[in-house]
């Protein structure tokens, strides 16, 4: 199966893209051909005002992709930008997307509404779901992996990919939704840096004690000897993310539901797990901030291999809406 996905680059990464980024790997190493990308296009479509640091946080993205176990023999690694027939995918396929369907795109308004600081009444912002379908139908992703609330974005590709088809005959699969399971912000709800309720993946354990141990737990447990929900408590579902083993997971259920164990131990169980998930990641990632050409290197060779493909797709599109080749 082939399948694509990308990220942003806002920043440092935090531990909800950590969940996403695992779902990658399993399915880079489930045997899929696999393309990820940085999507510093889709950056400029809420941020084109502040560029100042783009280049820095694009290779940033791609130094935390590979820390966290993206491998460049598997995957191909790559930047939008460096790959202009995106850019041509886009535009060919903004003739055929009627106005009035990007406008009903709910994240449009929503994102108009939350953003209203910022001027992104833009042609660029209303059209960033045409250039997500094709980054998406550039590569003949059998499967996208997004969470629930970008699943309507992918239900556009899908869309976008019939009328194309149906208009020039059949050149695009239409994707399917792999949908990313999603962990919580530390106060329970959406993950978000402008809440305040992320961990970054690079940071180190005081700052994640600082954080989890003041996390809120099962309103039930008032007191130690209260019985608890797991399933209520958003601590519980910290443990299912990081892995906490069986037997451990277990013993907690056991403990919490039975008040044998206080939320205090609950959770130093939790830091214990996230050190031993994330301190090879820091490793990796002070390895490839003192080896800043192994990161370009990946680079190169995901921009080269993602244009070949890239250049395949385009001669298909071309030729499919008889424009000249030469
Ligand atoms: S024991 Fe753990 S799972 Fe149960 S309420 Fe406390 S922190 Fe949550």
């Not at 941020?47 to 783009?54: A, M």
């Not at 149906?166 to 239409?174: A, M, N, T, V």
């Not at 939320?263 to 820091?282: A, F, Q, S, T």
Request: charged letters at 25%.
């Amino acid at each position: 199966m082939h399948v694509l996905s990308g990220m942003r680059p806002t920043g440092k990464l935090h531990i909800g893209h950590l969940i996403v980024l695992e779902n990658w790997i399993k399915l880079q190493n489930d045997g899929n051909k696999t393309f990820f990308f940085v999507a510093d296009w889709h950056m400029l479509t809420t941020g084109y005002e502040n560029v100042s640091n783009l280049s820095e946080l694009t290779t940033t993205l791609v130094r935390e992709y590979l820390a966290v176990g993206l491998d460049p023999k598997k995957s191909v690694i790559f930047v939008q930008s460096a790959i202009k027939e995106h850019a041509e995918l886009y535009l060919l396929l903004s003739m055929i997307v009627p106005l009035g369907r990007l406008e009903r795109v709910p994240t449009y308004k929503e994102q108009l509404r939350e953003l209203k600081g910022r001027n992104i009444s833009t042609l660029g912002f209303l059209g960033y779901p045409v250039l997500q379908a094709a980054d998406i139908l550039m590569y003949n992703a059998d499967g996208v992996p997004v969470s629930e609330d970008q699943a309507f974005h992918l239900e556009l590709t899908r869309e976008i990919a019939r009328r194309f088809n149906s208009l020039y005959g059949q050149i695009f699969k239409e994707p399917k939704t792999l949908l990313t399971p999603k962990l919580l912000g530390t106060d329970g709800r959406k993950m978000s840096k402008s809440y305040g309720n992320t961990i970054n993946i690079d940071t180190n354990m005081k700052e994640i004690e600082k954080t989890v141990m003041p996390m809120k737990t099962d309103p039930a447990r008032k007191r130690r000897t209260d019985p608890g929900t797991p399933e209520k408590c958003n601590v519980w579902n910290y443990h299912l993310a990081f892995e906490t083993p069986k037997e451990k997971l277990d013993e907690i259920h056991y403990g919490c539901t039975h008040a044998t164990i206080g939320c205090v131990d609950c959770k130093r169980v939790l830091l214990g797990n996230m050190k031993k998930r994330l301190e090879p990641i820091w490793e990796r990632i002070e390895y490839f901030k003192t080896h800043p050409k192994d990161v370009e290197d990946v680079i190169l060779e995901g921009n080269k291999r993602a244009r070949n493909t890239a250049q395949e797709t385009m001669k298909k599109v071309k030729s499919a809406m008889n424009l000249v080749q030469y």
